[in-house]
């Protein structure tokens, strides 16, 4: 029994063996065809029909040989908002409030007060505006240049330079297929 496990053991070794070497001779030739591109991420449409309405809307896509990302979103313009707003206010009647969210921003701020005609403040209207605008300079808009509000706009600065820096490093990641969560 051991002498025939032992011939059929070489018969085996040298049967691999002869075959390693008849494969030395053995050409392969093939052709690889491609038919098909990658797939491609669409970004996706998004639509805002309506005119009345203060948004505008962005998308985008990446794609990589491996995976795709596609991403819509809409855009809120506040300055459409509080015009839109106070139209409202003042064709209900109420001037003094629809100048008054008008007010909020600092250029309409700054040209209110340019012109002599001080933006209300809580109730008060004229003279009595102005001077609780001037006991209250905290209380300005910021951005307004009748009082310095610079260290306010300055740190807002900052802090949207540091969004930007954000969306910068993750649009950079997806380019080159790396993920990113923040």
Do not use: H
């Not at 070489?10 to 075959?19: D, E, G, N």
């Amino acid at each position: 029994m051991k002498i025939l496990f032992f011939i059929l053991t070489f018969i085996l070794v040298m049967s691999a063996v002869t075959s390693a070497k008849s494969a030395d001779t053995n050409t392969v030739s093939s052709t690889v065809v491609t038919n098909s591109t990658p797939p491609t991420a669409n970004a996706p449409s998004v639509v805002v029909n309506n005119s009345d309405v203060c948004k505008t809307a962005a998308s985008a896509s990446i794609q990589t040989q491996v995976l795709g990302f596609a991403s819509g979103i809409t855009i809120t313009d506040e300055n459409c908002e509080k015009i839109k707003l106070s139209r409202s206010l003042y064709a209900m009647g109420m001037k003094v409030a629809a100048v008054s969210l008008l007010c909020s921003d600092a250029r309409t701020f700054d040209a209110m007060w340019n012109a002599g005609t001080y933006c209300p403040y809580r109730g008060s209207i004229g003279e009595e505006a102005k001077q609780s605008w001037e006991s209250n300079p905290t209380d300005v808009p910021p951005g307004s240049t009748i009082f310095n509000t610079d260290i306010k706009q300055t740190k807002e600065k900052v802090d949207s330079d540091k969004e930007f820096a954000k969306f910068i490093i993750a649009a950079m990641a997806m380019y080159i297929g790396f993920p990113i969560l923040f």
